[in-house]
Antibody, heavy 124, light 107 residues
């Protein structure tokens, strides 16, 4: 059974940092691109970042570029998101998602399995 | 690409047919459009990819069609578990973007 289990969400002050983790099981983690997608409370979905399956390429939404860093450890079947310089507008549920990437140059990606998410709240 | 979904809310009874629309501000490359279902308190689940292809394990009461800028998801006969929020997402142009969602609720 495919599972994605996010953790690390917390209440953090503006300007602070947080590291999210996503533990994967039930599939060959290294064969897939992996992504983070967020959802502000009561709002829609927003793509955040993707890590490719084949060449370690990373992609970021403009809203987080330069502040967030995605990484993965295939030996641990785990995806990470390091979030720095956090802002109130980063408050959201962060979902980890197994991804199908259709380009080597652009994040042309859809998400074929999702976790249940972890809540990040940025507030003083 | 900006995606617009209509209607915002669809109030129907179990057994009825639901038709959801997703319109893109410009043509979606290769018709790379996906549909997701999100039940309350859960992560989304992919239903459809590349405009009309059902994902693994998705019942055949879910069908989708469309190309270019206009796409449709149809649920032929609503089951109780189908009352949820539905999102379209394009991945033919960078960055990938989602529509605002259509809520299908019980009339």
């Amino acid at each position: 059974e495919v599972q994605l289990l996010e953790s690390g969400g917390d209440l953090v002050q503006p300007g602070g940092s947080l590291r999210l983790s996503c533990a994967a099981s039930g599939f060959t983690f290294g064969f897939y691109a992996m992504s983070w997608v967020r959802q502000a409370p009561g709002k829609g979905l927003e793509w955040v970042s993707t890590f490719s399956d084949s060449d370690d390429t990373t992609y970021y939404a403009d809203a987080v570029k330069g502040r967030f860093t995605i990484s993965r450890d295939n030996s641990k079947d785990t995806l990470y998101l390091q979030m720095n310089s956090l802002r109130a507008e980063d408050t959201a549920i962060y979902f980890c998602a197994r991804s199908l990437l259709h380009s080597h140059s652009y994040p042309l990606v859809y998400f074929n399995f999702w976790g249940r998410g972890t809540l990040v709240t940025v507030s003083s | 690409i900006v995606l617009t979904q209509s209607p915002g809310t669809l109030s129907l009874s179990p057994g009825e047919r639901a038709t959801l629309s997703c319109r893109a501000s410009q043509s979606v490359g290769n018709n790379y459009l996906a549909w997701y279902q999100q039940r309350s308190g859960q992560g989304p689940r992919v239903l459809i990819y590349r405009a009309s292809n059902r994902a693994t394990g998705i019942p055949d009461r879910f069908t989708a069609s469309g190309s270019g800028t206009d796409f449709t998801l149809t649920i032929s006969r609503l089951e109780p578990e189908d009352f949820a929020v539905y999102y379209c997402q394009q991945y033919g142009n960078s960055p990938p973007t989602f529509g605002p969602g259509t809520t299908v609720d019980i009339k």
